[in-house]
């Protein structure tokens, strides 16, 4: 059924058909006629740099059929600025666009050139949690998040709030995590070297861990601090005991207490103690990653190796 | 529980990867056409893993299939995504910023013409080096495509700069400097770049502060392996030279890369093995390292199920299965077993993961019944998760699998096609006194170093 060429609207523009390119294209897709149709107007209104509004229409419903064409979003951000288009309005349309291709990336990309032209994170943030309320992992709004807070110094305008809300929401959730670090260690400028920093951050992932002590993302957070603070492993020593007992194998409520632990025996010399520890992951607590803890075991065994 | 050995279902898998090459893609691809170059590459990657290549297409058809690759070829160097950009006769400079080469299809049209047997002498090889090296931002970082006044367009994301390690490494293979009058990409800050992208957790992110990423992960290892930059090797083999010649690598601290890789071994595998525990007294380490399975398994949640579970074994039956995950906390997905697999082959520690569980999931999970692989439990099969599937089988000596090359995710047999083609070999020799020096090794050569220690490792 066409639509463009029934459309007076489009009777000037002589559409452009595909080359495939030869008897035996590769990964041939079934075009519909309605897709066909459209990207042949497309082709022909790019040929001749049609900036005129209905090419608005045309590239919307493109992009409704495939996001991922990667000139058609350049295409409709150089026409939306040649029309001085409301660009509120688009923000409007790519929030339902948005929505509904959750996986898309280059919508992200699009935003971003809206919003910077813009110059106003207005809504941002409400629109932000609408997405996360469908997937709050969702690792283009997470990293578009990222890009917000630093085109508009919005470091301390509610952002560490959200990101606990949402850690307290899914203790789990490593996006979140993530996000924290990088409010805290992704600013410019030197306050998170500050000690009281350091001892906060190590002092909010000790909580989540408690709560619950199996979860990876805290631990994570936990090392990652003492890494970025150049303090060894054996800081958290005695807090690791309390997760995995070194005279009670049985009593272990975190595999990933035992791991930092046998770190922590390295650190400190106690060969012995370490492989005990690592034993116990390879046969008891973590034996999906046996051949890693033998290999951690046989690095231990070797003198001291050259990184 | 199941003890019979799962197998991968060959006559099916051919059959699915025939019909992808041979008839259309469903309407649902229409949402990944620009990507056609890509899925070109693992359908036809997919035949030549299974060995079938040749013996299900004709001379003629090969023939044809190259010739469409190059008929993608943007006339001023790399290739398109797919050939719905061109605009033919009508092409001019102003409608040319509709019309761009891109990386990530070039990188694949190359490694699909290496699959296909070509010699790459119809690629505008200075043409597509001259553009490679303007898809370079001053950070290192590369684009997808060149726009409007050379502006360089897409994220700043890992993808690229493996599309771009790797489109330098065949065209040139691992020459520094300028060759045949191009200038090189600025390959040390390329390796800052991807040293930016690593993450407080041991992995690597698309970009700095972004959250660590499997796929993201393989791509900077990928790149690494594809600049000779990664920690061992680069810098061991080169330990003669004066000290300001050590190039910097990639991959601050390989140890914790390689914790966080093995860490994505998971037998969460669907999202009501995802169900959240928090707070609830079954969480703790004796419900194995994926609590939520446990939960399920187990059927309980409560202080009576925890007093109920205190006396039993903790005789891991779930071990049976245990895909990848891409992502710290993520359910289990097909092709997370490359991403990872793959990353830990590139690093020689692809036998530190639990293989048969692995193989278990991919086979028994996520293998469908028409061939291909899903990416999830009961998913139906799609192109890129039955490729990834295929390859990170591939990976660890899969019977019935070419074996694969880690870094250029196509089978050993085309990496070797490409590193003794002879213009390629002319290429290096021109700057063979400099390249000695340094003792640099092909990728097949690093890569064929550990062939079969997979085996050797995991046997008994």
Redesign the interface.
């Known amino acids: 059924m066409p639509k463009y060429a029934e459309d007076p609207a489009w009777s000037d523009v002589e559409p ?1 058909p ?15 006629e309605e ?1 066909s149709e459209a ?1 042949s107007y497309l ?1 022909a209104v ?4 049609d900036m005129s509004e209905r090419v608005l229409d045309l590239t919307e419903d493109i992009i409704n ?7 058609v979003w ?2 409709r951000a ?1 026409v939306l600025f040649n029309l001085n288009y409301d660009l509120r309005k688009e923000i409007d349309w790519l929030n339902d666009t948005a929505l509904k291709h959750q996986k898309n ?1 280059q919508i992200w ?1 699009h935003r971003q050139t809206i919003i910077n032209r813009l110059g106003s994170a207005d809504g941002e943030t409400a629109f932000i949690a609408k997405m996360f309320s469908k997937d709050p ?1 969702n ?1 283009h709004v ?2 578009y998040r ?1 890009w917000l807070v630093r085109r508009f110094e919005l470091w301390d305008e509610g952002e560490i709030e959200a990101v606990e809300g949402m850690i307290k929401e ?6 979140a995590w ?1 996000h924290r ?2 409010l805290v ?2 600013r410019d400028s030197s306050a998170h070297k500050e000690q009281d920093v350091i001892e906060r951050e190590l002092e909010y992932a000790k909580k989540a861990i408690v ?7 805290p631990w ?2 936990l ?3 003492l ?2 603070a150049e303090l060894p492993v054996s800081h958290v020593r005695d807090f690791a005991l309390g ?2 007992p070194a005279d009670s194998p049985d009593d ?7 791991d930092l632990l046998a770190d922590v025996y390295e650190e400190q010399h106690q060969k012995e103690e370490a492989i005990k520890a690592l034993d116990l992951l390879a046969t ?9 803890w033998e ?1 951690k075991k046989n690095l231990l065994e070797q003198p001291t190796a050259a ?1 | 529980m199941s003890s019979e050995s799962p197998s991968l279902n060959k006559p099916k898998h051919l059959k699915y990867w025939t019909r992808c090459l041979k008839t259309y893609l469903p309407h649902a691809y229409i949402a990944n056409d620009s990507m056609r170059m890509t899925l070109a590459f693992f359908i036809v990657s997919a035949l030549d893993l299974l060995d079938c290549l040749k013996s299900h297409t004709t001379e003629a058809e090969r023939k044809d299939y190259v010739d469409w690759i190059y008929h993608c070829q943007h006339p001023h160097g790399g290739f398109r995504g797919f050939p719905a950009t061109d605009f033919g006769e009508l092409r001019n400079e102003t409608n040319a910023p509709w019309d761009p080469a891109n990386l990530p299809a070039t990188y694949f049209a190359l490694a699909t013409l290496i699959i296909l047997g070509d010699d790459l002498q119809r690629v505008r090889r200075r043409a597509c080096l001259k553009w490679l090296a303007e898809m370079q931002r001053p950070d290192g970082s590369f684009g997808e495509t060149l726009g409007e006044n050379g502006v360089i367009e897409g994220g700043m994301d890992t993808r690229f700069g493996y599309c771009a390690g790797g489109v330098r490494y065949i065209l040139r293979g691992l020459v520094d400097g300028p060759v045949e009058g191009v200038k090189d990409i600025e390959v040390d800050k390329l390796v800052w770049c991807i040293r930016g992208s690593e993450t407080y957790d041991g992995g690597i992110s698309e970009a700095p502060f972004h959250e660590a990423h499997a796929g993201f992960t393989y791509c900077a290892i990928g790149c690494l392996s594809f600049l000779d930059r990664l920690p061992h090797g680069a810098k061991a083999k080169r330990q003669d030279a004066p000290e300001n010649n050590i190039p910097i690598t990639g991959l601050s601290n390989l140890d914790i890369t390689i914790r966080w890789l093995v860490s994505r071994q998971t037998m969460t595998l669907d999202e009501e093995d995802a169900v959240d525990t928090r707070m609830d007294e079954t969480d703790t380490a004796a419900t194995c390292h994926d609590a939520h399975s446990f939960v399920k398994m187990g059927s309980f949640i409560s202080t009576a199920g925890e007093l109920s579970y205190k006396d039993r074994p903790s005789t891991p039956t779930q071990l049976q299965w245990a895909g990848f995950n891409g992502r710290c906390n993520k359910i289990a997905d097909t092709c997370y077993a490359f991403w990872a697999g793959g990353s830990l082959g590139i690093l020689n520690k692809v036998h530190l993961i639990d293989h048969t569980a692995n193989r278990r999931y991919l086979l028994e999970k996520t293998q469908h019944m028409v061939g291909g692989f899903g990416k999830q439990p009961a998913d139906p099969p799609d192109v890129y998760h039955s490729y990834l599937g295929l390859a990170a089988l591939a990976l660890v000596d899969e019977p019935g699998v070419k074996p694969i090359s880690p870094t250029l995710c196509v089978s050993k047999d085309a990496l070797r096609h490409l590193e003794g083609l002879p213009w390629r070999r002319k290429v290096e020799a021109g700057d063979a006194a400099s390249a000695q020096a340094r003792g640099t090794d092909t990728l097949a050569v690093r890569e064929g170093a550990v062939e079969g220690k997979y085996a050797a490792m995991s046997g008994g």
Do not use: C, E
């Open positions: 452009l595909q080359n495939d390119g030869g008897p035996n294209p590769l990964a041939a897709i079934a075009y519909t897709y990207m082709r790019m040929a001749s740099n059929m495939n996001p991922a064409h990667y000139t350049l295409y150089k990336y990309q992992k690792y997470w990293s990222q899914d203790v789990r959730n490593n996006s993530n670090w990088f260690f992704g709560l619950a002590p199996q979860n990876q993302s994570n957070y090392r990652g601090v890494r970025y997760f995995a272990v409520r975190s595999s990933y207490a035992l008891k607590y973590d034996p999906i990653r046996a051949r890693y290999y990184a």
